[in-house]
């Protein structure tokens, strides 16, 4: 298969370093000074799954440079990023290509999909705890990736499942732990009642990952979160087969100390963060269905007043 990773951050590099080492075709999407360094000296990968990976040569390029027609384009940007990501899917997909968003934030396949009439836009995810090093280095400290993806209930065009059932054992054979899912929706959700509270209750505690493996304000604000997204969830007639809260705890419990989220070394760094999606969104979807959602209510408040 021909992949395309638009955004070679913690996400994208991960997923595509796997994929190219694995021997697939893949095109990685990239700028500045990172871009540079991929060009000039291939993309590292420091992970705690595989060892270090070198991909050398890395083939690289700007959203505007690219030319071709992938299989799969993983869309692996920023919340903030998603109006230039879907100008490129637009310009870059055929009518057999498969377009993957693993972002944080629930629901951005159908965001973009709204976007995009006549292209297969799934929703997916991706648990992965990664970042640049630096230019040209990803750090992944974590064992995983691990990333879920499947049509929604409402697509009826499924000329491209055969493809996406093979995706799914092309990213097994490199050794990434991938699932077809047939309720993504809950998946995805599942998911995002991770890393939204994680990202929420980081921030605005500044909170390191190790403040939520022990009883606290960090961990019972996490709880919290997690309940408030779960409820939400069952007003969206969503049915999850495994406790939330129990899920969430058992994956902080495995992070190493000292990790920050995403979101947070946004916000550190000045510059423009994914609040809007992961906290804001919450706030929304609550006022939508009529669920009391008074934690995130706080935090959103809390950030508006910050200028986040």
């Avoid at 097994?172 to 929420?200: T, W």
């Avoid at 007003?235 to 087969?241: D, S």
Wanted: proline letters at 5%; one cysteine or more; glycine letters at 10%.
């Amino acid at each position: 298969m021909k992949f395309v990773i638009v955004g070679t951050g913690g996400t994208g590099g991960v997923t595509g370093a796997y994929l190219a080492e694995a021997g697939n075709d893949v095109t990685f999407i990239a700028r500045g000074k990172h871009l540079s360094a991929i060009r000039e000296n291939g993309l590292t990968l420091r992970s705690a799954h595989r060892g270090e990976l070198h991909i050398q040569p890395a083939r690289a390029c700007t959203m505007e440079e690219y030319r071709g027609t992938p299989d799969v384009i993983f869309v692996c940007v920023k919340y903030y990023g998603l109006p230039a990501a879907t100008d490129f899917v637009r310009r870059a997909a055929g009518p057999d290509t498969l377009v993957i968003p693993i972002l944080n934030v629930f629901g951005t396949g159908a965001v973009m999909q709204k976007e995009l009439p006549g292209i297969t836009v799934l929703d997916g995810c991706i648990y992965v705890f990664a970042s640049i090093a630096a230019p040209g280095v990803i750090d992944q400290p974590q064992s995983i990736p691990r990333v879920i993806y499947g049509f929604r209930p409402d697509q009826e065009d499924r000329h491209l499942e055969h493809r996406a059932k093979e995706l799914e054992t092309v990213m097994q054979a490199a050794e990434i732990r991938c699932h077809y899912s047939e309720n993504i929706c809950r998946d995805a959700l599942q998911k995002f009642a991770l890393v939204s509270p994680m990202g929420a209750a980081g921030l605005y505690l500044n909170a390191k990952s190790d403040d939520f493996q022990h009883p606290g304000e960090t961990r019972d604000l996490f709880i919290g979160l997690v309940r408030e997204v779960a409820a939400l969830g069952q007003a969206m007639g969503i049915v999850f087969q495994k406790d939330l809260v129990e899920v969430g705890l058992k994956a902080v419990d495995s992070f190493a100390a000292g990790l920050t989220t995403s979101m947070q070394r946004d916000v550190e760094r000045g510059g423009p963060s994914e609040f809007r999606g992961l906290v804001d969104r919450i706030v929304d979807l609550g006022k939508e269905y009529n669920i009391p959602v008074p934690l995130y209510t706080k935090i959103s408040e809390w950030g508006k007043a910050k200028g986040l």
